[in-house]
């Protein structure tokens, strides 16, 4: 257990519709990083926040959003739904996830991932 | 570009046999690489990272520039080795954060 929790573990939504995944941290970390797993992309990189702060964006959708809030737990919103958004979704934690400093600063340790399915 | 590349989707082999999971990647600045694990039903889990030149259940990575290269090698494969392979790129971002770009993944089987 790498102590980043998520929840909801399961999520069936129809198109259209608007959810939000939750995100808490290792005791600690500053940095919350957010990822899409699907079949056909493998794993790709959506949004880095790091104390609250927005800090890097990968290939997040318009229709995607996400923040941390000063307990740094994060949430990412999914609006808009359609069948493709169907994922794991992933967040991890790093204690720092900024450059500069030494690799242990850097190191994701993963949560258990929300299963979004959009029928 | 940033790209690492996992050319194999899928690599089945006997247990005891040699297994080596192969890994490219593209990156114009100094690349620090993992390589992550997915067992069945498990969260993602850090295996390890070139830095540290390390190995872990007996998986060990050796980081080469001039091929691009860090494939992940175990001398005797275990049927609890089937998992799901990640590699991944830390990249350095405009920001001055870093972020984790992943390979596709290999799905190892270990079969007895």
């Known amino acids: 257990d790498s102590g980043v929790t998520q929840t909801p573990k399961h999520l069936i939504t129809a198109t259209g519709q608007r959810v939000t995944l939750r995100c808490s941290p290792r005791s600690g970390d500053l940095s919350v990083y957010w990822y899409q797993q699907s079949l056909d992309q493998g794993l790709q990189f959506l949004i880095q926040?790091?104390?609250?702060?927005?800090?890097a964006k990968g290939n997040i959708l318009e229709r995607f959003s996400a923040q941390q809030f000063p307990d740094l737990h994060s949430e990412l919103n999914l609006s808009s739904l359609e069948l493709g958004d169907s994922a794991l979704y992933f967040c991890?934690?790093?204690?720092?996830?900024?450059?500069?400093?030494?690799?242990?600063?850097?190191?994701?340790?993963f949560g258990p991932g929300t299963r979004l399915t959009v029928l | 570009a940033q790209r690492v590349t996992q050319p194999e989707k899928l690599l089945s082999v006997f247990k005891g046999a040699p297994v080596e999971l192969k890994c490219n990647y593209s990156?114009?600045?100094?690349?620090?690489l993992f390589w992550y694990v997915q067992y069945s039903r498990q969260r993602l889990q850090l295996l390890l990272r070139h830095i540290s030149r390390e190995s872990i259940k007996g998986f060990t990575a050796d980081l080469n520039k001039g091929e691009t290269s860090f494939h992940l090698k175990k001398p005797f494969a275990q049927e609890e080795d089937s998992a799901m392979y990640y590699c991944a790129l830390s990249v350095i971002t405009q920001g001055g954060s870093e972020k984790l770009v992943f390979g596709k993944g290999t799905k190892l089987t270990v079969n007895p």
């Open positions: 990156y114009s600045g100094s690349p620090e």
């Open positions: 926040y790091y104390n609250g702060e927005e800090r």
């Open positions: 991890a934690s790093s204690p720092r996830g900024t450059s500069g400093g030494p690799p242990s600063y850097n190191e994701q340790f």
